[in-house]
């Protein structure tokens, strides 16, 4: 069994074969996912995914990238939709230093509001990070993040890092860059911290695993991930499956038979 923690399976990507990607992860013992909504465009689909299916999950927030086109409607609608019987965690949400659409300034500003809105709904949070770990940090710090907790999304920083995450209530979640022959943080990452902050995720269509680098991504192959994590911690692979999926059903707060 496992969780796919983050995938947009709501992306124009999969438009044409949903139905099949769904199955296909199924087979591959994907049975729980989290469908991540980052603007007016994807969080819609992502709740219409998550309606459709049981076991499929939700979150919504916004991109970094984009924090300039957010508006204070957007913020109350994001907050309405956290009373969703799906929607389980807020995000994903950050600071993306890599594309120069949203100033840093406006990303941060973007970023604080959603800190404090989950810390409001109670609710935890998703965090998207590409080259902006320090300012990351610090602001969690700052606001105080730690009160809702969170997740590091397809985490890649170093292990000294992922344990101040740690430290604030934050589970390590580990995508594709891990089972990249050059990815040497996330293979350490991958040794050093306890499987029992650990999470495994696809990020799907982005970033698919090897030996399917450069193809579309998709949830199936967040076995590829597990798969990796086990080699690299020595253990076996069904306990990384099932300690992954026990630390995301109860990290989204769902219960199961
Ligand atoms: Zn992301
Ligand atoms: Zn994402």
Redesign the pocket.
Known sequence: MLFDT?VHLNADQFEEDLEETIQRARQAGVTYMTV?G?DRKTIPKALEIAESDENIYAAVGW?PVDAIDMTEEDLAWIEELTSHPKVVALG?M?L?YHWDKSPADVQKEVFRKQIRLAKKVLMPIII???EATEDIVQILKEENAAEVGGIM??YSGPVETARECIDMNFLISLGGPVTFKNAKLPKEVAKAVDLKHMLVET?CPFLAPHPNRGKRNEPAYVKLVAEQVAELKGISYEEVSRVTTENALSFFGISHS
Do not use: L, S, T
């Open positions: 983050h991540v980052f991109h994903e950050g993306d998207h990070n590409r999304h397809c990020d």
